[in-house]
T-cell receptor, first 119, second 113 residues
């Protein structure tokens, strides 16, 4: 079946511009994560959506970052007034959780990422 | 949220067995231990998951002692293609009160010919 998809795959923008990054999770997955990964670094958690619950935004680095998830499916990460330090690969992952998984924790399935370059 | 500690990097040679240990002293009763692998320019992918004792699949084995405060990922007879970053995660996403599971900084494994 289809995996997690992200668009665009690459985005080059000028400092101060706004950007929108899109994530299409695996159909039926209730949980969705956004991460940021700078070159040679580990994954930095940004935001987490779980079903209809309020999102966990504890990882967003500043108020320039926001995300929404419409209809419990597609998610958009928006970065306003981009800065050069925002340059990174932005990864999205989805997972299925809940009572159906009584014997294990979720497995996150990752998209290919969006490489953002802010000039 | 249980914090994990892993070595930053490890080196080995083709054909060797590689063991990567992760410490998670504050693991909770319901937490599972999951390992992911990430190749350059790709998102992480699931390798193995366990709760206690030993789990084995076609890729790796996971050893978890009785106190569950650590775990060891074992890669048998590694090849150059096993060069990647390996992440250890601890958490519990079951049920309606599921909480996020966070990646740490990972272990960068380099395999030499």
């Amino acid at each position: 079946g289809a995996g997690v998809s992200q668009s665009p795959s690459n985005k080059v923008t000028e400092k101060g511009k706004d950007v929108e990054l899109r994530c299409d999770p695996i159909s039926g997955h209730t949980a969705l994560y956004w991460y940021r990964q700078s070159l040679g670094q580990g994954l930095e958690f940004l935001i987490y959506f779980q079903g209809n619950s309020a999102p966990d935004k504890s990882g967003l680095p500043s108020d320039r970052f926001s995300a929404e998830r419409t209809g419990g499916s597609v998610s958009t990460l928006t970065i306003q007034r981009t800065q050069q330090e925002d340059s990174a690969v932005y990864l999205c992952a989805s997972s299925t959780t809940g009572l159906a998984l009584r014997r294990s924790a979720d497995t996150q399935y990752f998209g290919p990422g969006t490489r953002l370059t802010v000039l | 949220l249980a914090k994990t500690t892993q070595p930053i990097s490890m080196d080995s040679y083709e054909g060797q067995e590689v063991n990567i240990t992760c410490s998670h002293n504050n693991i909770a009763t319901n937490d599972y231990i999951t390992w992911y692998q990430q190749f350059p320019s790709q998102g992480p992918r699931f390798i193995i998951q366990g709760y206690k004792t030993k789990v084995t699949n076609e890729v790796a084995s996971l050893f978890i002692p009785a106190d569950r405060k650590s775990s060891t990922l074992s890669l048998p007879r590694v090849s150059l293609s096993d060069t990647a970053v390996y992440y250890c995660l601890v958490g519990d996403s079951r049920g309606s009160s599921a909480s996020k599971i966070i990646f740490g900084s990972g272990t960068r494994l380099s395999i030499r010919p």
